[in-house]
């Protein structure tokens, strides 16, 4: 695996890749790394906080343990 440093857009959460990079199109398999200034009005949040901050408590949920998942 090598390395590749770009800066791009994101559009809806698709990366686009510099057209100078077009192999790397046809690769099957990468490691990105997100670096950003900041997201939204909130500097230092990731998305992921944002979506436990969102998120809703849901009463009688059942929960399952791995066997069981994978009972048939």
Do not use: C, W
């Amino acid at each position: 695996m090598y390395a590749v440093e770009f800066e791009t857009h994101i559009d809806n959460g698709i990366v686009h890749i510099p057209a100078r990079y077009k192999e790397l199109q046809n690769s099957n398999k990468a490691k990105i790394i997100v670096m950003v200034d900041e997201i939204g009005d909130k500097k230092d949040e990731l998305a992921f906080d944002r979506f436990l901050k969102q998120s809703k408590k849901v009463e009688n949920l059942a929960v399952f343990s791995r066997d069981e998942l994978h009972d048939r």
